[in-house]
């Protein structure tokens, strides 16, 4: 946790010399830095959008999206209101999910607006100097050396040192007889990154890890010793592409790889942490960068709404509604320390790192307590939701097992599922967050 703390205070230490700066702040592709106009509304709030299915399906732009960011972005291509784009893939670095927006909605984003599920791992510095195992596809080496690790195999790396484990595909079995390759240290640690390209291959290779407490020259030891840890990012069972139905994401790979470790175990896997939506801790970080946008601006109103804009219920709605929840409490309170009543809604201790003590001491001393009060949840008719298969009403219904698609660690709350509003698509829901808020850009 220690490491945690000195990474958001060289976050705090950067945002406090973009505040002290004059006018004229300038960034070489950003959309958001310039000398504030006098003339020019100030917002009260910021905006959270999810990607895939809100802004994109797969490659494709929802042209809905074309026509929310010309209300966005003013005619020097700066936005009018901060944004966060917070998304749950996890197979590319931050500057090329931002190159990758700038290039699909004509508008320059930084990768500060960017917030990618596995963003959070740059805080988890207790791990970086030991080796961890990596799983999920993509620059996954480049990907965890940018998050702060230092010592990294991959799923290929472990497969090519040990060709006998790899065993599903007769196609890729060892022709002749071979023996292991040693050349690996011991895993320390597990990273899940995203779902993988061959799954067989990434189940086996990751229970063999955890069964052999990451030294893969010994047997499975499957009771008795204690299980390496365990993080990942993106808790997605589904996400929406070009195709009519929702695909398998990585909460899918989730639950093969947790029932597998529970039948050959007989207990249940555990995780040191998860990120990604919902985890609350995405969304205060996320207003952390809203705050800091607003600073860069040099716009004096503070951020005291948010609206999150999302597709998923069990995702991008859950996640916001929870983050309102802390929100609210901690208006009432004025109390930091709410944020274990929060914490409990998720029924795991998993989903944030660190303890209660901990995390509050890290808000309020490093990310500075949120001036935002409320985070609205607005719902997207354009992905993974379904208007015409809504929640039931009747909570008897078993919902948690008919409706629910979050994580095993997440507990079901029907009211953190109910989003504030729901709209057709993103434009709509700028216009409805523009005529709420009565802000009229110029």
Not at 131 to 156: H, R, T, W, Y
Not at 167 to 188: A, E, G, I, W
Not at 218 to 232: D, F, K, N, R, V
Not at 333 to 347: C, D, F, Q
């Amino acid at each position: 946790m220690r490491g945690l703390l000195s990474f958001f205070r060289g976050l705090h230490t950067v945002s406090n010399r973009q505040a002290k700066r004059k006018a004229g702040i300038v960034g070489s592709r950003c959309g958001l830095c310039g000398t504030q106009s006098v003339n020019k509304p100030q917002p009260r709030f910021g905006l959270l959008f999810d990607i895939d299915g809100v802004l994109v399906r797969g490659r494709m732009l929802i042209p809905a999206a074309k026509v929310a960011f010309e209300k966005l972005v003013d005619s020097q291509g700066q936005f009018v209101v901060p944004v966060v784009f917070v998304t749950n893939a996890g197979n590319c670095l931050r500057q090329t999910k931002a190159d990758q927006l700038s290039h699909i909605l004509g508008v320059p984003i930084t990768q500060d607006q960017v917030i990618m599920s596995h963003s959070p791992l740059r805080m988890f510095k207790k791990f970086h100097e030991k080796c961890v195992m990596v799983s999920g596809q993509g620059p996954v080496l480049e990907i965890a050396k940018n998050v702060g690790f230092k010592n990294v195999i991959s799923i290929d790396m472990v497969r090519e040192s040990y060709p006998l484990l790899d065993m599903v595909d007769h196609n890729r079995r060892p022709k002749l007889p071979s023996s292991p390759v040693v050349n690996l240290p011991k895993v320390d640690a597990v990273v899940l990154f995203g779902e993988p390209i061959r799954w067989e291959t990434n189940l086996q290779l990751i229970i063999d890890v955890l069964l052999t407490s990451g030294n893969l020259n010994s047997p499975h030891q499957p009771h008795g010793i204690p299980q390496l840890p365990l993080l990942a990012c993106n808790m997605d069972l589904m996400w929406m592409a070009e195709a009519n139905s929702p695909r398998f994401g990585h909460g899918t790979f989730l639950v093969c790889l947790e029932n597998i470790y529970k039948k050959i175990t007989g207990i249940d896997l555990k995780y040191e942490a998860l990120m990604g939506k919902p985890s609350e801790l995405t969304y205060h970080f996320a207003e952390y960068l809203i705050r800091s946008q607003a600073m860069q601006r040099q716009w004096k109103l503070p951020i005291t709404s948010l609206y999150a804009i999302g597709d998923n219920l069990m995702t991008d709605i859950y996640g916001a509604n929870l983050y309102n929840r802390f929100l609210e409490e901690r208006a009432a309170r004025k109390n930091p320390k709410a944020v274990a009543k929060v914490a409990a809604a998720t029924g795991s201790s998993t989903a944030m790192p660190g303890g209660e003590e901990e995390m509050d001491s890290m808000w309020e001393s490093e990310l500075a307590l949120p001036s935002a009060t409320s985070c609205k949840s607005i719902l997207v008719c354009t992905g993974v939701y379904n208007p015409n298969a809504e929640v039931p009403s009747d909570a008897n219904r078993c919902i948690k097992e008919t409706v629910f698609h979050g994580h095993r660690d997440f507990r079901f709350d029907p009211a953190l599922v109910e989003p504030g509003h729901i709209v057709q698509d993103i434009a709509e829901a700028v216009d409805l967050i523009f005529q709420q808020e009565k802000f009229v850009p110029q």
